[in-house]
């Protein structure tokens, strides 16, 4: 059993500590902020996400996971210390590193023993050796420590199985010794039969946003090809399909919508591109990937105009799903935000409704109607749009779908519907890269 301490009760930190102490290790979750520190004590974890709460209450209960606003204490108590803080975008679109920086001097400032630092934090390359350095300069100078740089690829509402059955862990570091001490920690994941892969820390940072960015690149591809699909008569379903099955491309991550959102894709593939630039290495690539995604959320917007005829003004529309994706409360970059300001802007009326997320979006846009079902949301609407593909619209009866709404219209920039059967009820309906369909 290992002494662990995570610093940053983020959504990495919270699930990365949970998944840890299940593993059978003790592991404080520390974090400066102590009200949500206080908070998580009471239980209440602040973050929606499936079965989080049920392995943090497991491993409170079996008195090895615990929480802390004492981070000195924290990093004097643990064999094992992770960085788990945010590393928000700044102005320039680079990776923001103060608070990793603070939290390397921290762990400098009380190093009583030698201790392996690991880095979860999505940072950028380099950063590894300048936390070291950082740590070094600062550190008494008697103790030594090793870095490790061990970045996360959980994705929001399915972290806390990402974690326990990862398709990889990767250890980034300079010595077997480090690498055996890091196996020890994620040693229960053999069972799961899961790569622990060593290799040095700048290539353990490159793969996260490397990673990252291939995957926003593989939606912003499929995203174009829809918008062309449309153009040219064809069904994005089918051919992404029939993409789908040539082994080397996989029908992952080849679901057409309303543009990539959420804290990682957009932020990330910022972050490479600077550094690229600052490298003055050409990633065109991953620049597209981002130039597509800001069209792709604009294109939301025509599409839904055009099927309204140009009229958006005083009519009013429903909006399904506000979070950037099912299953999580989380609407940053939501392509649901970009939407709802243009609708707004051209004097239209929204009425929304997400099954976790409402009181977020409120905090965007306070004045607009938010409802707790589907149902009141889209009654006497002009249109309804689905911009989260949460699995109850996927089944809500269209009859009666049809039945609330003042006119049949939907756009589904999800494509979850099935195009016979609203054909067949007599709905106007658009979609990304399907035929649109216009009764009216
Ligand atoms: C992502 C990575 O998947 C994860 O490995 C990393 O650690 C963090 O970033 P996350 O942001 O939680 O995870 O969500 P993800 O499921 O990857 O979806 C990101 C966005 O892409 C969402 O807006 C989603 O709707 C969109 N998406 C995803 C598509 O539009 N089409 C797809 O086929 C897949």
Known sequence: MKKIGIIGTGYVGLVSGAGISDFGHKVICADIDKEKIKEIKKGNILIFEPGLKEIIDRNVKSQRLSFSSNIENTIKQSDILFIAVGTPESASGKADLTYVENAALKIAHNLNSYKIICTKSTVPVGTGKKIKEIINKN?????????????????????????LWPDRVLIGCENNKTYESM???????????????????????MVKYAS????????????EIANLSEALGCDIKKVADLMGQDGRISPKFLHPGPGYGGSCFPKDTKALSNLAKQENIPLETVNAAIKANIYQKKRMFSKLKALLKNRVKGKTIAILGLSFKPNTSDIRE???????????????IVKAFDPISNNEMKLIFPD?????????????????????????????DLKELKNRLKKPIIFDTRNIFDQNKLLELGFSFDTVGRKKIINY
């Open 334 to 348: 939501s392509s649901a935000i970009e939407i709802i300001k243009s609708i707004l802007k051209e004097g239209g």
């Open 368 to 396: 607009i109607k938010y409802f707790s079902d589907w149902e009141k949301t889209v009654d006497n609407a002009d249109c309804m749009v689905i911009m989260t593909e949460w699995n109850e619209f996927r089944s809500l």
């Open 212 to 223: 990252n960015a291939f995957l926003a690149l593989k939606i912003s591809y499929i995203n």
């Open 139 to 163: 550190k008494p100078s008697a103790v030594l420590f090793d870095y490790v740089s061990n970045p996360e690829f959980l994705r929001e509402g399915s972290a806390v199985k990402d974690f």
């Open 183 to 205: 196996l020890d920690v994620y040693r229960p994941l053999f069972r799961n039969k899961k790569p622990i892969i060593k290799t040095d820390i700048a290539t353990a940072e």
